[in-house]
């Protein structure tokens, strides 16, 4: 049970290139999120997805798209990276329905836009 | 839309001390209340959450108080010791659904003094 995984662990881009962080949870949950963490902030939301078939918009938006590709896979998209992008990146998933429930993070990924 | 301030920003006590973190949130209907620990370079985990139907939750040197009519809910920490130091989120939900959003404070930097 690998909980939840994400992809690629470190990334490094340049201003304008796109790229595509992928997430994948095996606890049957229903909801998935992202959300990025500033160095010395907290956790913002970007997306969330209640469950497969539906996304969110949450604080922080702008600049990316994402896609749930099924109940397992919630992958984050910036189409033209900028530096205000620099950032750490954690996907999260939670709840098989029902009241609230413990969200699960991954191990995040360290972006770097240069 | 939900808006949680958390307090301090950052806290310093001797080992063996009692901390105490605060939080207040501005949706009335939020009734879910979790807290989550960072350590230094690692993904968050729940340690404790607490449903609106109690004022209080306890699991060992950890506990949770909550105050709907004031909208605020703190974390309290007893006989601290040096793996309590972290960074600690409190959250709340906006909305009642188990589907909602998670809004996250901007966290509190834990630091034990030995």
């Known amino acids: 049970n690998a909980g939840v995984t994400q992809t690629p662990k470190f990334q490094v881009l340049k201003t304008g290139q796109s790229m595509t962080l992928q997430c994948a949870q095996d606890?049957?949950?229903?909801?998935m999120y992202w959300y990025r963490q500033d160095p010395g902030m907290g956790l913002r939301l970007i997306y969330y997805s209640a469950s497969e078939g539906t996304t969110d918009k949450g604080e922080v938006p702008n600049g990316y798209n994402v896609s749930r590709l099924n109940k397992r896979e919630f992958s984050l998209r910036l189409e033209s990276a900028a530096p205000s992008q620099t950032s750490v990146y954690f996907c999260?998933?939670?709840?098989?329905?029902?009241?609230?429930?413990?969200?699960?993070f991954g191990p995040g990924t360290r972006l770097t836009v240069l | 839309g939900e808006n949680v301030e958390q307090h301090p920003s950052t806290l310093s006590v001797q080992e063996g001390d009692s901390a105490v973190i605060k939080c207040t949130y501005s949706?009335?209907?939020?009734?879910?209340f979790p807290w989550y620990k960072q350590e230094l370079g690692k993904r968050p985990q729940l340690i404790i959450d607490?449903?609106?139907?109690?004022g209080e939750k306890k699991d060992q040197r950890i506990a949770v108080t909550l105050n709907k009519t004031a909208k605020h809910f703190s974390l309290h920490i007893t006989e601290t010791q040096p793996e309590d130091s972290a960074v600690y989120f409190c959250a709340a939900p906006e909305g009642y659904s188990s589907a909602s959003k998670i809004i996250f404070g901007s966290g509190t930097r834990l630091s034990i003094r030995p």
């Open positions: 949706d009335s209907a939020s009734n879910y």
């Open positions: 999260a998933s939670s709840g098989r329905g029902g009241s609230y429930n413990e969200q699960f």
């Open positions: 606890m049957n949950h229903n909801s």
């Open positions: 607490i449903r609106s139907n109690v």
